[in-house]
Structure formats: structure tokens, C-alpha cells
């Protein structure tokens, strides 16, 4: 396994030399070289022209990680616990994430005008389900057998839940919460792109209108690093709460 960083980053180095090769055959309108788009990148940063754009986008996607997060965690604890709102609330939920959020985008800005406010809405609504579905799987797959044992020593439902259901299915609710934290990068993105005139995703639809092709590349590595950023840190958010409970087995 130790070699696999040194394979991935071979891999990388060739990649970057067969795109440098290709883009030397064609215009930069169509596919600018790494070395353009680093060009670009680097004097983006140090003038400060991506800054403003960074902090929106972040600050969009922590606002609606937050919200949705929470919010699919409540409702999923609620829903797992109690059947009778599984049963009640999953059509209404299963339906609206049905609807396409890019079609969605438009009413929300719509309602919420074109500032943040109708970013984070559009974030939380796409990071709401994924961890909301992830917390009802662990708290209805919890071990039925513990649940006995806790019953027998008089256990309420609250201590229960409390303590079996919820830090036995923390690694499936991280789960959720992992692929929410990708979803919330890609939901303020499309915000954007439908009315801002802020943040990383105008960026791009800005570059686009200008057909300043580095420069789209430019912020969508931009987006990738943060996106990264924000899966490794709830990955060891992750680690370092789980250990105690990997201890404990």
C-alpha cells in the first residue's frame, strides 16, 4: 500500500505532460496547457482577484452544511426512531429530491433574491438528504440485541438512543455527512451559476462570457481543492471521534 502515493503521483506527472503535448496542437480557446492555467491560477491568487470569490463560495457552502446537515440529522433521528414519521414523511422527502435542484435554483433566488441567503438554501437542500437517509439507516439497523441488554438493565428510549443507537451508527451517519460535504461544494456552485455575481461558480460563468478558457480551468481547480479540503477534514473530524469508540471494542 506504501507505494500507491508514488504510482498516483507518476500517474499525475504523466497526465500533466500528455495534456501540456495535446494543448500545444490547439488553440488555449479550446484546451489551455497546465502551464497556462497554472500562469493564470498563480497570478489570480497573488492579485487577489480569486479571494473575494474563495471566501463567498466557502462561507456559502459551511452556511448550508450547517443547515442541512443539522437538519438531516434531527429529522433522520426523528424518522428512525419514531415509524409512524418514516412513514408519514419519506414520500414528501423522496419527492423533493426528486425535483432537479438546477430547476429549483431559480424559485429559491426568486423568493430569497440573488444574495447569500438563496445560495445556502439551495446548499442545505442538497446536503439535507444524504445524511438524513445515512442517520435513519443507523438508527433502524442499530443491534436489536443491544437494544434488549439496555431494556433488561432499564434503560429509557432517550438513554438508548443516546447512548446505543446514535455512537454505534456514527460511522454510517459520517458516511452521509462526507458525501454532504461534496454535494454542499456543488450546491452553491449551481446557485451561483443562476444569479451571483459572486463566488467561484460566477467566476466561471463570467470566463465563459469572456471565453477565457484558462481562467475556467483555473477556478475549477480551485473548486477541486476545496472540495478535497472539506472531505479530508470531515474525514479526520471522523477518525479522531471514532477512535475512542474502536478502543472501546
Known amino acids: 500500500m506504501k507505494p500507491m502515493p ?8 504523466i497526465l500533466l505532460i500528455v495534456w501540456e503535448l495535446a494543448a500545444g496542437t490547439m488553440s488555449e480557446l ?62 414528501y422527502i423522496i419527492a423533493s429530491q ?3 435542484k438546477l430547476a429549483l435554483a431559480p424559485l429559491f433566488i426568486l423568493w430569497f433574491g440573488f444574495g447569500m441567503t438563496s445560495k445556502v438554501i439551495i446548499t442545505a437542500l442538497v446536503c439535507f438528504f444524504p ?22 438493565l432499564g434503560a429509557t428510549r432517550l438513554q438508548t438512543l ?13 458516511s452521509g455527512l462526507r458525501v454532504s460535504a461534496v454535494l454542499a461544494l456543488v450546491g452553491a456552485v449551481v446557485g451561483e451559476f443562476i444569479g451571483g455575481s459572486e463566488g467561484l461558480g460566477a467566476v466561471i460563468i463570467a470566463s465563459q462570457g469572456m471565453m477565457d478558457t484558462p481562467l475556467m480551468f483555473s477556478t475549477l481547480i480551485l473548486l477541486t481543492i476545496m472540495g ?9 473530524v471522523e477518525k479522531k471521534w471514532l477512535r475512542p469508540l474502536k478502543k472501546e471494542k
Not at 508514488?6 to 506527472?13: G, R
Not at 445524511?131 to 433488561?152: R, Y
Not at 478535497?228 to 479526520?236: A, D, E, R, V, W
Open 6 to 13: 508514488l504510482f498516483s503521483f507518476i500517474l499525475l506527472a
Open 30 to 91: 479550446v484546451l489551455p496547457g497546465p502551464s497556462v492555467i497554472w500562469s493564470t491560477l498563480w497570478d489570480g491568487i497573488a492579485s487577489g482577484y480569486f479571494t473575494p470569490h474563495i471566501i463567498r463560495t466557502a462561507s456559502e457552502v459551511a452556511l448550508g452544511l450547517l443547515l442541512g446537515g443539522l437538519l438531516g440529522f434531527i429529522f433522520g433521528v426523528l424518522m428512525g426512531e419514531v415509524s409512524f414519521l418514516r412513514k408519514l414523511l419519506s414520500p
Open 98 to 100: 426528486a425535483v432537479p
Open 131 to 152: 445524511l438524513l437517509e445515512s442517520t435513519v439507516t443507523a438508527i433502524v439497523t442499530s443491534d436489536k440485541q443491544k437494544q434488549e441488554l439496555f431494556h433488561m
Open 162 to 174: 443516546l447512548h446505543l443507537k446514535i455512537p454505534a451508527g456514527m460511522p454510517a451517519i459520517f
Open 228 to 236: 478535497m479540503i472539506i472531505y479530508l477534514m470531515i474525514t479526520m
